[in-house]
């Protein structure tokens, strides 16, 4: 019993147990907090990765959209190798089992880096790729299809043919070990030019006086096709005037007859050549000029409710108290000078007076936006064109005329003399409105001129289409077409996330 | 939350010129606003994830993720906590992040002046201040989002 009272008394051998104990506490302490001081600034690193992942995807969506501006989207959908159905063009989408996405290159963008580092960085400092892909995804395995994601019907045309306008584009971030992605649909804004010369709106009043040469061609012009060729090198021949189908209400007649009724003699019906409304091959004279509903008011001002609605569209305002008019000269065509025909008191809209307009070029297409103010009087000229002015892109007045009074034939352009000529679509749309390309100039616009007439109960006497001028031509051309709808300012970003 | 507002008013189905021809566009119609109920304190966050044009107080099923998601979203600050309600997804608000001293909303039209029109809201400025605990520096940090989906014209 003593022995036993004796054992559970001595505390020898206990101190090393107890130090280890302590220590082994201490230890898991210190470990704790060192832990805890490794893993918030982990923390802070994964939100800063995070967040260059995303500009990264960012920046992306900015390249990819630049890359397909002037570009047939088309060229995209197979990938660089352009050819379908291989790896390139086989990547994932957010759809499951949808793998239609094409990696995008810059082999078919000009003057673009390629995906991946940022230029001027290292891909230490974090990459982007991006894919493209046709809204071709339709309804089915769970998905509601591709009109979920672009608001308008799924894209019959399939994986490789867009037909409306719209592609998909996904973007990746990634820097470090953070990605991120960012889906766009990019929407570019369609436009069914159907002849050389189109008046889809409810008057088509016009007037020809042949003072001069003239012409009205729908077949195909090329932008280099020199204007002594006797047939265009383009194959996507269009009718040389077409109108609205029906009759004109306040005359009685039909849209088409109404101008025919202007070509009242063979000489003047021989300047009008084109596509045959009855078989489809070249012809002249009236059986060029035909009703025809591709084109229509409501679709006209759909197009250009879009080009407003695009961020980047500068819409000039023209009123009646400072009319705008634009004259340039022979040495600086592409950039004439913003005036006023009126007094210049009431101007006060931006840019300002004085200021020279970049009108574009082939290589860099321009939107020219005027925007007139309502003249039931229908005697407002909401701009005005002078001296010597060459542009490229669409030029659209809206609600006011168009008055193109150039001059002196300073430039050769393709074999022909002119003061105003335009590679492009000149639209001139809304209420009372037309376009007059009057006495002494030498005026040519190689893609497609439409004059909309919006309202029904204009006076007689006020043309949509009037032409006094001393030589005119009027020339169909897909590629300055295509160059014109295909430009940036007529694509947008119409849905954004972040997967 | 900077994430959520980014993305704020996102729409398939884009806006609509009603008007056009006699009212030109833009500017234009949008079915909802990206932002609404907005204040000082707090903001409801909008979009079409089911793109059927209206906003729903219910869940919808997302298109890409295929999960349930709100197409409203809450955001609020009382008391030092930031909280937010994903509606028809969360019961009630969620405390995101508490022992924040400030936090105030500011929003900016396309001009980037303040405005207190919800349908001209396109950038929202945070301004935060929070402190880890008493005795502690306060920091502030402020940032400014502008609204993907409510491109300005």
Known sequence: MMRLRAMMCDQRGLALPLALISLLILTTLVLTVLNLGAVEPQISRNLSDTARARHLAEAGIEWA???????????FLAGPDNVQNTADDQLATSVAGQNIGAQMGNNVCVNSPAPGALPGLTSAMGTFAVTIR?????????YAGDQVLTGVPVDGGGKF??????????????????????????????LAINAAVTLPGFQADTYMQTVGTQTIDGRDWMRADDNSLSAPNGSTMRLGIATQPGTQANLGITYEQNVENAFDTVTKQDTVQGKSQVNGTATSGFNTISADNTMTPSTVQSFLNKLAANPATRVIQSSMACPLRLTGTVANPNTPALSSTGNQSGCAGNPPLGTNLYLGTPTDP??????????????????NITGTVKGAGILVVEDGD?????????????????DFYWDGIVIVTGRYVGTGFRGGSNAEIRGAYVANETISNEASGYFEFLTQANTLALRNSS????????????????????N | MIEEIREAGYLPAGPTCPGAPATPCPPFNYAFS????????????????????????????????????GEQVIYSFADGQLSRREMGVDAAPVVLASGIISLAFTYLDQGNAVTGTAADIRTVTITMTTQQSTGQPQVTMVHRVRLRNRPTS
Request: proline share 1%; net charge negative; with cysteine.
């Open chain 2, 34 to 69: 990206a932002i609404t109920n907005q204040s000082a304190t707090g903001l409801t966050i909008q979009n079409d994830w089911n793109a059927n044009n209206t906003i729903q107080t219910t869940s919808v099923v997302d298109p890409i993720s295929g999960g349930n998601r």
């Open chain 1, 65 to 75: 959209f630049d890359c397909i501006a002037n570009q047939d989207l088309d060229a």
């Open chain 1, 161 to 190: 043919s867009d037909t409306n306008g719209i592609v998909i584009l996904t973007a990746t971030g990634t820097y470090g070990t953070a990605t991120r992605q960012i889906t766009a649909v990019i929407s570019r804004n369609a």
């Open chain 1, 402 to 418: 168009l008055s193109i009074t150039t001059s002196g034939a300073g430039l050769n352009i393709s074999g022909r003399d002119v």
């Open chain 1, 366 to 383: 321009k939107l020219v936006y005027f925007r007139a103010e309502l003249d039931t009087s229908s005697n407002f000229t909401g701009l």
């Open chain 1, 134 to 142: 046709n809204d071709s995804i339709a309804a089915g395995g769970g």
């Open chain 1, 479 to 498: 590629q300055n077409i295509n160059m014109a709808l295909r430009a940036a300012y007529n694509q947008r970003i119409i849905s954004w996330r972040e």
